[in-house]
């Protein structure tokens, strides 16, 4: 069974710094596409960011480059979103997904296939 798990999540003040993980139980997570999404309320799940095992490429949204930054410590078999420079606008449920395709691809901001599997989410809320 896939399960994604996400952590790190909290309360912070503009200009702060979060680390959310995304650790997973029944599969070898470095192995897949991990995109991160948030949902901010009453509004539509957004990609963030992806990182692909078979390149190491990394893609962000545009409001968020320079000062999020995706990684994977393969040893840990975790995948982080490291934010820094947190704004209000960022506050939101973030997740960890893949398509559970081995091996695969981003395609921008998530993977090639249908993401089949997502985390719990972690609350993110930035406030002075």
């Known amino acids: 069974q896939v399960q994604l798990v996400e952590s790190g999540g909290g309360l912070v003040q503009p200009g702060g710094s979060l680390r959310l993980s995304c650790a997973a139980s029944g599969f070898t997570l470095h192995d897949y596409v991990i995109a991160w999404f948030r949902q901010a309320p009453g509004k539509e799940r957004e990609g963030v960011s992806c990182?692909?095992?078979?390149?190491?490429?990394?893609y962000y949204i545009a409001s968020v480059k320079g000062r999020f930054t995706i990684s994977g410590d393969n040893a840990k078999d975790t995948v982080y979103l490291q934010m820094n420079s947190l704004q209000p606008e960022d506050t939101a449920v973030y997740y960890c997904a893949t398509d559970g395709l081995l091996w695969g691809r981003c395609s921008g901001l998530t993977g090639t296939g249908k993401l089949f599997y997502w985390g719990q989410g972690a609350q993110v809320t930035v406030s002075s």
């Open positions: 990182i692909s095992p078979t390149d190491g490429i990394t």
